[in-house]
């Protein structure tokens, strides 16, 4: 059951508008802005890095469900995501299936073993 | 062009997964043409970026039915909000009768990630855009997946025609996303608890490898600079770790590879 207490039109709208704000802001400093330039250059970093982080933050430290594995799971995982596409010929959908088939296979077992 | 049929298929419904090297369209650049453009964005995105936004938007799908918001509005949330991470806490939040001011910082800050994208990405859209107008609405079909899929694309797509490959690419996405949201609210995610784990589990490992491909040098100093000092600093300050992350690595890499690089991409 819920305890929530706000409407649900309010609540996406609210939710809708606090992202369309990166968005927009986005978008007004994009065009004025040299994409050729050290700022533009900059920004693209920072976005890489973000992003970065975001993903290993989902990994090292998942919420929800996931959080529900142990870390070496997921490293190992991964690590194997990574063995498969640099020793591999950097093919993204094998590098990525072989390390999730993987993590399902041990999270299987682990369910096996109780 | 490669195709590669998937051999252990996570879930029951047949996906193309083609992965095309986007260095590989076909053809010279006399011969691509915005039709060429828009089957090759769409042959793109049909592997693994519509997989994972199918089943990553499944389970947003299954968490706002157990938080009994209605379809149409968890339908407009994937639409409008269109970053995962911002309608998680939507979710959370509101089932935890967070107030709405709360709230709505909450998801702000959990999609922040999107200005430094926007600023880092349509410059490259807008080149020859006789209104200007537009890009306020083709910002909002960018997601880390049409972010990242067009920069890899970029390079071999004429300069004219790369809004024509994002949107493409963008939309793709966008259809899978809202396709996932349906089945997982519907319930059609009745499948083992590992399995269902490994597919949350899909999403980082997708988004790791498909940046890791990225062909931009200060680009790739960067996501290893994010990837270290990201968890901790996450661990540190939940709400403002990911974004000191951005500034700080992106900084670091900025400097670490030097200002002449600048220009260079795409």
């Not at chain 1, 995501?81 to 077992?109: C, E, K, M, N, T």
């Not at chain 2, 990553?56 to 039915?65: I, K, P």
């Not at chain 2, 972010?147 to 071999?156: K, M, Y």
């Not at chain 2, 899978?176 to 980082?204: E, H, W």
């Amino acid at each position: 059951m819920t305890t929530a207490s706000t409407a649900p039109w309010l609540l996406v709208t609210a939710s809708i508008a606090a992202t369309y704000v990166w968005r927009g802001a986005g978008v007004y400093c994009a065009t004025r802005i040299d994409p050729q330039g050290r700022l533009f250059a900059w920004v693209t970093c920072v976005s890489y890095a973000l992003l970065a982080g975001l993903i290993a933050r989902m990994i090292v430290l998942p919420v929800g469900t996931l959080s529900s594995t142990p870390l070496i799971d997921r490293l190992l995982a991964v690590g194997l995501s990574f063995a498969v596409y640099y020793f591999g010929r950097r093919r993204p959908l094998r590098a990525v299936l072989s390390g999730v088939v993987v993590f399902i296979l041990i999270s299987a077992l682990r369910d096996a073993m109780g | 062009m490669r195709l590669i049929m998937s051999t252990g298929q996570p879930i029951g419904i047949r996906f193309p997964l083609i992965v095309v090297p986007p260095a590989k369209l076909n053809g010279t650049a006399s011969t691509i043409t915005a039709r060429s453009v828009r089957r090759q964005a769409w042959r793109d995105a049909s592997g693994l970026p519509s997989l994972v936004l199918l089943t990553s938007m499944t389970g947003f799908g299954a968490l706002a039915r157990d938080s009994e918001l209605g379809l149409g509005w968890a339908w407009l949330a994937t639409a409008g909000i269109w970053g995962l991470p911002g309608q998680l806490a939507m979710v959370e939040l509101y089932v935890s009768g967070t107030g709405l001011a709360a709230i709505a910082v909450a998801v702000g800050l959990a999609n922040a990630r999107f200005l430094p994208m926007a600023v880092s990405f349509m410059p490259l859209l807008a080149t020859g855009l006789r209104r200007p107008l537009w890009l306020w609405l083709l910002v909002q079909l960018m997601s880390i997946n049409s972010w990242a899929g067009s920069l890899r694309a970029f390079p071999t797509v004429p300069i004219a025609l790369r809004r024509n490959y994002y949107v493409a690419f963008a939309g793709q996405c966008l259809l899978a996303g809202l396709l996932g949201t349906g089945l997982g609210y519907m319930g059609a995610a009745a499948l083992p608890d590992s399995v269902t784990l490994g597919l949350i589990f899909l999403n980082p490992v997708f988004f790791a490898i498909i940046l890791a491909g990225t062909p931009h040098r200060p680009g790739q100093v960067a996501l290893l600079a994010g990837a270290l000092i990201g968890p901790p600093l996450f661990w540190v300050n939940p709400d403002w770790g990911l974004l000191l992350t951005g500034v700080v690595g992106g900084t670091m890499a900025f400097l670490l590879t030097g200002s002449s690089s600048a220009g260079s991409r795409a």
